[in-house]
């Protein structure tokens, strides 16, 4: 039963966790889900199809909670309301489970009752029995011992039995009799016989209760044996007594066992009971009349039960003494029962009564049994109800717990967002207020660099040009500095885009060497650039950009270097990943001055390019290029490497009174980087130097790029000078990384290049005589080392019998230290200052060998009033809404000499600009009403390239149109705000450029440069 | 007066024109556009503007009174105003403009209104000043003198 009950219970707890790890287990496959949306699109990008089938396997299982979960979440909608309704659902569960716990305590504790209550009854029962048993086994023996006093005494002349004969024979046989502590025979005698009686026995009859001579009676029933026990009865009449009377005339009537009441015994005074039982004459039929019977009575035998003593005895038998208490009554007399044993202490606990039947149907008896101590405390069900209400009670908490906990992660969540929108918005702000502060500043700095710029065409005695000088200079590098700060907030503000032009990747290392060519030729330091012959000559991106980051990178180097070298490298990322096994051997002395660098080889090792298998897709267009710039400068210190790339950092504060600037560049560099689709990574020893290392994308410039590298090479050569074309030379420098790099420069003029590490291989090359030499170049290192050898070989070289002896020259590190032509006497030798660059070299080569020179100054340098030359003249069309903006622009352009026509809105410019026209070149306002200057652009574009393709098609006159078989009129956009006028929304929409409003001398000059020539 | 004393006073009230913000370096561009093919250069342009800008304002004022204000158009006015205030130098003209399109740009009328009025007032304000230099310079001009060059150096 209990076992049961126990089963069933731990079928419940068992439940409510069950419920519970569904629940946790669904919140957790919920929550594993959303981040897995997350992560969902990474893994598909690393390729990882496993995981995706898993993510739907996943999907299945875990269909079912998240439906319920999706509702949920529909269902309740508001976190508010979840959260009431957790709380609602809270209550009625924890007064719920009280209740059931109260109620399976009274489940259990009236179990426990029962059992008790039956126990009982079956003690009482077991009880009571035995009384009955052993009470009938005394009455048998006492109806026995009638009989014998029948036969005996009534039954024979003279009597056999005296009272000394019964006494004996009652006192043997007392053990048969153990519920009797005595037995007595009275004889009943008439009246008419008592003195006949009186005489025959020596006594006369008494009174019980008095002791004295009966009075005159009917009849009479004096006791004529007794045990010994009782003789004291001996003698009396037993009809004089209320209770035997009564008794004595009932036995004879009845002709059975007769009770009397229990009445305290004469001596013992203890409680007791008489039986009697008539002796009749003679057998009596079973249905003879009570008559009958009373005329056939001869005497009565009577035992007295000692209940008290007889049941102490009964129960000391029995082991269970201690636990029960036990009272027999007798309860003929419904109304009052009388007490026969048993304490009366009334007791409302437990009872059970077990009726006793001692053979006399007139006295009823009951045996009434009850624990003696009081009944335990149920301490199973009390343990089991409290078990299940804490049990209840933890979990009500745990899911209080858990709903709060949820809502406050919701609440932290929500906080998070909002802190998180505050923080972007804050960003974008403070973007938007860079750009804007950048924007206010350039505008008042382009009016002062414009009047010094005036300034300096006018009449200056020398000291007020160096002022100036200085002014502007000072002008320019604050609106360097301001543009800085306007792309590093146009990057932040995701508002930079990169062109897509194509460029000559070394055209501008060419351009960027030879800005830093005059500070390093200053500080003694080395600058060199090698481009890997597998790179393209042809690239498609942003060259300005680019030409930022190695700026930047090369501006902080020669910032940093006191000594030693700068090497810019430029590789193909699958060129430096087949070599890195191959190149890990290098030493570390072969390097570009002999100084030991940091390996660049570590910048690198952090670049997810690096780390997948295949890097490139090798038939696609785009090119990998690696970017290394390497130097021997001062090095980062170890604790300030972190922070290299976080904006306005500099390394210590010193730095920047030192060394000046920002500290944007680099994190400017970084994001292009970033824009490029490329990574940006350093190594930097302390003392030693620093190599960058970044990688960029740019998409194949032309389809020359997959012909063969020597016609790439050829290529190059022409761009630069092909009259070196097929020429000789033979580089002497004893270290490797210099002769590559003075070898590719060389290269470059298309001249076939071949190194030599000392004097004597250069000769045995050269006096080999097969393939002439034209030129030597020589070190200056190896050349200062041993003037005397130096100076022997010029003297060979002189003695050499064919053909003419070759050039000499000379690279040299800086134009100060070279000994230049008087050191080396007679001999020509010519000196080539580094770095080394193609223009350069192909200058100092033709000037040395006397190949005509075409003279092709770079225009590097604004002409002075070139302005005026490029405008003079020229037919200009302005369009600009504002009045007042269209008679400034006008005024500044007639001022540079340019014919200027003025127009206002689009459709005019459309109309005027229609080909045949005279213009040659138009200014138009971006921000317009009715047609803003991109439309307008685009209808002339169109209305253009209509006519170019009629013309081209013969359908219309080509001498109609000014003999001008390809119309475009150069489109320039006037804006006053740089950021919203990117370069290319300008080329999307067909204009050719953009100047700020109002005009800059410069700017314009470089924008209008491009059309007029 | 003496022509020096007009002309000292000229290049006085300029700069102090400039000291107090009225106007920008892009005043002086205007004025170095000026030359002997083009002598009154900087009146035309900026008679122009006040021309062009009292019709702005005119607009405007209309504008704003309507029930249901147009606020594309009430900024394509202010932007024109901005644009020809920036290309005479008129600087706080120019400022309140931006202040201005600032409200129309989160649609407050009140704001407008007010900007509305700021500008006028910067605009008058700036007209006097304007008239007031013109006309020292025309008196420069009728005695005989000629009108100096301003210095940025201040």
Known sequence: MSLLHVFGFGLKVGHLLWILCCWIA?????????????????????????????????????????????????????????KSLWRKLLFPWVIGWTLASVWIFYYMSSHATEKSKETLASMCEERARMLQDQFNVSMNHIQAMSILISTFHHGKTPSAIDQGTFARYTEQTDFERPLTSGVAYAVRVLHSEREQFERQQGWTIKRMDTLETSPIQEEYAPVIFAQDIVSHVVSLDMLSGKEDRENVLRARRSGKGVLTAPFRLLKTNRLGVILTFAVYKRDLPSNATPNERIEATDGYLGGVFDIESLVEKLLQQLSSEQTTLVNVFDTSNQSCPVSMYGSNSSNDGLEHVSHLNFGDPFRKHEMRCRFKQKPPLPWVAITTSIGILVIALLVGHIFHATVNRIAKVEDDCHKMMELTKQAEAADIAKSQFLATVSHEIRTPMNGVLGMLDMLMDTDLDVTQLDYVRTAQASGKALVALINEVLDQAKIESGKLELEEVQFDLRAILDDVLSLFSGKSQDKGVELAVYISDRVPKMLIGDPGRFRQIITNLMGNSIKFTERGHILVTVHLVEEV?????????????????????????QSWKGFRTFGQEEPVHPFSDSINLIVSVEDTGLGIPLDDQSRVFTPFMQVGPSIARTHGGTGIGLSISKCLVGLMKGEIGFVSIPKVGSTFTFTAVFSSGSSSSKVHKSQQINSQSNTVSSEFHGMRALVLDPRPVRAKVSRYHIQRLGIHVEIVSDWKQALSIINRGNNAIHMVLIEQEVWDRDLSCSGLFINKLEKIGHGTPPKVFLLCNSINSSRGNTTTGACDLTIISKPLRASMLAASLQRAMGIGNKGNPRNGELPSLSLRNLLLGRKILIVDDNNVNLKVAAGALKKYGADVVSATRGIEAIELLTPPHQFDACFMDIQMPEMDGFEATGRIRDVEQNINNRVQFGGLPVDAYNNVSNWHVPILAMTADVIQATHEQCQQSGMDGYVSKPFEAEQLYLEVSRFFQ | MEVVQIQRNLVDYTKSLFMEGFLDGQFLQLQQLQDESNPDFVAEVVSLFFDDSQKLLNELTIALDQPIVDFKKVDAHVHQLKGSSSSIGAQKVKNACIAFRNFCEVQNIEGCLTCLQQVKLEYYLAKNKFETLFRLEQQIVASGGSIPMIEMGF
């Open chain 1, 577 to 601: 990943i087949d070599s890195i096994e191959v190149e890990t051997e290098s030493s570390s002395k072969d390097t570009l001055s002999g100084f030991p660098v940091a390996d660049r080889r």
């Open chain 1, 26 to 82: 669904s919140m957790i496959s919920m929550n594993w889900f959303i981040n897995g949306e997350f992560k969902n699109p990474k893994a598909g990008l690393l390729g990882d199809s496993g995981s995706k089938m898993w993510f739907k396997c996943w999907d299945e299982i875990s269909n079912f909670s998240f439906k319920i979960h999706h509702q949920y979440y529909q269902y309740i909608g508001s976190k508010k309301v979840c």
